[in-house]
């Protein structure tokens, strides 16, 4: 049933469409008819006001994290019967896959290059480039999966720790958990102007990293309705499961020491060398 994305009061409809020409309020719905939208009965706002915003306006509202755009897309437009995925959830996770394969490769490339410090990353860069994108493919599968399937064991399995502990109640739709963070990761798009601009500074793909997981965060608290901190441990479970399952397909080939996508491991150096930058003006 979809919900009022001010209020989350469950509604019957979200708009209501006339053949003929209805003044008022009314507005053409993108298949030609004449649309109302459905005015709350809670709170008195319309209960979707993004049934008649294009895909750009939703896509920065996205971006700046604002609850109502995730209730519209997680709650009343992306959720299906029987908690199937939607074929445009699908598309959007092999796209991002693929980014991502791109963005390992390009951030390993560049550690590979100076002054043959690692070994097996520079034997790596020298095989065919097939084969190198075929162990970038497994690498991020394997890694998206962890972060996908430790997070659906914890909110949707009955062994669930958090539901034992009564800190959140099982969550029986797993699909619209992955949803859900499929739609937050959609930031991670960004770097497509990489290829526009030289982009060469680790802080801010570190940044963009770090902006995935508020938006990770977010998503996930107002699909669950749950707390930040609920939300958050999820998250950071997720992305835990994902750099480890990462650094494990490294380590059995022989990679060792590489920088992960969220630098944690570099980050107060970074800190203090963005201190320094920001000093220096
Ligand atoms: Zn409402």
Known sequence: MPICIECRHPVKTLW??????????GAA????????LTVCRNCGNFCDKYVEHDF?????????????????????????????????????????????????????EKQAVPASSNHVLNQLAQQPIILQYIFFLLHC??????????IRLLTSS????????????????????????????????????????????????????????ANNVEALKILLDCSYGVAAFLTAVGALARWGVGRGVFSAVGIEGV???????SLWASGGHLGELW???
């Open 259 to 265: 920088d992960d996508g969220l630098g944690i491991r």
């Open 158 to 213: 009955r062994f669930s720790p958090l539901s034992f502990l009564g800190l959140l109640p099982t969550y029986h739709r797993p699909n619209s958990v992955s949803t859900a963070l499929l739609v937050s990761s959609s930031t991670k798009l960004f770097p497509i102007l990489m290829v526009i601009w030289e982009y060469d500074v680790p802080a801010a793909a570190r940044s963009l990293g770090w902006a995935v997981v």
């Open 29 to 36: 719905s993108p298949k030609g008819q004449i649309i109302r």
């Open 16 to 25: 209501t469409e006339y053949s003929g020409a209805a003044g008022g309020a």
């Open 279 to 281: 000093a220096a003006g």
């Open 141 to 150: 599968s394997l890694s998206t999966l962890a972060f996908h399937f430790s």
């Open 56 to 108: 750009v306006v939703m896509f920065i509202d996205l971006v700046l994290i604002k609850p109502q755009v995730y209730r519209h897309l997680l709650h009343n437009t992306l959720m299906r019967e029987h908690d199937q995925f939607d074929p445009s959830i699908i598309r959007l996770g092999v796209l991002l896959l693929l980014f991502d394969v791109y963005l390992t490769w390009a951030r390993i």
